[in-house]
């Protein structure tokens, strides 16, 4: 894995990458075991992620983890994920700090059990102030809900005349979304085989590299993210230019 690890080529990491953790309930079925028993085993892979992104010197990770339709999943579910985040905050709060991790989120943040945004608080002002990975959750988080109200408020600045119609551009959208303070994601890897975004970021995915893996979220080790990133190095990102361009920045 060291040899692994170290064929990465460091300067050329991607700095924001953006995971649909997915796989959970399939992996705690395929054990006979109750959907969140694959939920408990997926903190592992977070962890194991994180330390992962700190270790090739990534700058952003973004996680899904609860998605505005999950409030939809049956009753029991919804209550076991939210305990399981208060207590995974309390148990990693150690691991934030010893690697120098900022925590951060997104989406609907007051729809939370009170236990849940009060543990996330606490955690955010205690990390503030690290600075070698930002990790972002995304809970309760819907990139349509994001676009909405990012309309919202801009709306509201330009009715009482803080902003004019003409000064609304990709910055100013980009301002008032909840991942403002992030750069837009260079690189989206969803587990479990499925292949679709599920409502998230989806303005911010404009240009990233897109990568689906079989592997379910519980089996996803530091090893399956050097590999993903070993691919994304593999990738000729153009931005609407030509190779031939591409070439001639590189040389
Ligand atoms: C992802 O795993 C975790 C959450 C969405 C909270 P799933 O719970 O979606 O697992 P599958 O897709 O049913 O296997
Ligand atoms: C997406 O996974 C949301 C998270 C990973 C938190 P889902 O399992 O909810 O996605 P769909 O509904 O199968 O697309
Ligand atoms: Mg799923």
């Not at 690290?130 to 990790?135: F, M, V």
């Not at 003409?166 to 989206?188: A, G, M, Q, R, W």
């Amino acid at each position: 894995m060291e040899a692994l690890k170290n064929s990465i080529l460091k300067n050329k990491v991607p700095t924001h990458i953006a995971i649909i953790m997915d796989g959970n309930g399939r992996w705690a079925k395929l054990k006979n075991k109750p959907r969140i028993f694959g939920h408990k085993n997926g903190v592992n892979s977070v962890r194991e992620t994180i330390e992962a992104c700190g270790d090739i010197g990534i700058e952003y990770l973004t996680l899904y983890a609860f998605s505005t339709e999950n409030w939809n999943r049956p009753k029991l579910e919804v209550k076991t994920l939210m305990a399981l985040l208060v207590s995974s905050l309390k148990k990693e709060l150690k691991i934030l700090q010893e690697n120098n991790i900022k925590l951060n989120t997104i989406g609907n943040i007051n729809d939370l059990p009170k236990s849940a945004q009060k543990e996330l608080k606490e955690v955010i002002e205690k990390t503030k102030n690290n600075n070698a990975l930002t990790l972002t959750l995304a809970l309760s988080y819907g990139s349509r809900d994001e676009i909405v109200n990012v309309i919202k408020n801009i709306s509201k600045k330009v009715v009482n005349n803080e902003l004019q119609i003409e000064e609304i551009d990709e910055n100013i959208i980009n301002n008032h979304l909840y991942t403002f303070s992030l750069p837009d994601v260079d690189f989206l890897i969803r587990t479990s085989g499925e292949k679709r975004i599920s409502n998230f970021l989806l303005w911010q995915i404009a240009y990233a590299e897109m990568y689906f893996t079989n592997t379910l979220w519980p089996d996803f080790k530091k090893e399956n993210l050097y590999n993903a990133v070993l691919e994304y190095q593999h990738r000729e990102r153009r931005f609407g230019k030509t190779s031939e361009q591409i070439e001639k920045i590189n040389e």
